[in-house]
C-alpha cells in the first residue's frame, strides 16, 4: 500500500468511522463514543491488535477476522489507520490470545507504547493525539524518505 491510502479509500474511512482528521478536529466526542463501543463489544480484551512497522504505516489487516467482524458490528470500516490508534491484542487465527506486553510492543516498532481506549486521562489523549499526528503525517506523504 505504499505510504497511505488512495482518497476514496481515505473519504470513506473518516466519513463512515468518524476516525483520523475529524477526530481531533470537530469530532472528539463522537469519535471517542464510537471507540468505547468498540472496546465495549470487545468486553475485557480492551484492545484491538495494531501490527506496525518501524514507519508505523502499516497495521493490522483489513481482512483480519476479528477486524472485519468488528466492522460488520459496527458499520463502518474499521481500517489499518483505526486498528492502529487503538491496537495491541494479540490475535492468533481469529482469536484474540492476549496482549503484548511493552517489550514486544516496541519489539514491534509500535508507535508512543498502546492507548486505553477508556482511559480518559491526558497522557492518554495525547499519546492518541501523537498517533494521530503521525498518521496525518504518512497519509498525506509529507514523511516520504
Known sequence: MGGGFGKLAKRSLFRKFGVGRPLFRKNVNEGYERLRAIEEDLGSERRLRGNLN???AKAADDNHPLVRHLAQKHGGAIDREFAMVIG???VKKGKII???DKAERSRAGRVKGSVRLLSAGSEAR???RKN??????ILSGDNKD
Open 54 to 56: 518501524k514507519r508505523g
Open 88 to 90: 495491541s491484542l494479540q
Open 132 to 137: 494521530q499526528k503521525l498518521n496525518r503525517r
Open 126 to 128: 495525547t499519546r492518541l
Open 98 to 100: 492476549g496482549e503484548l
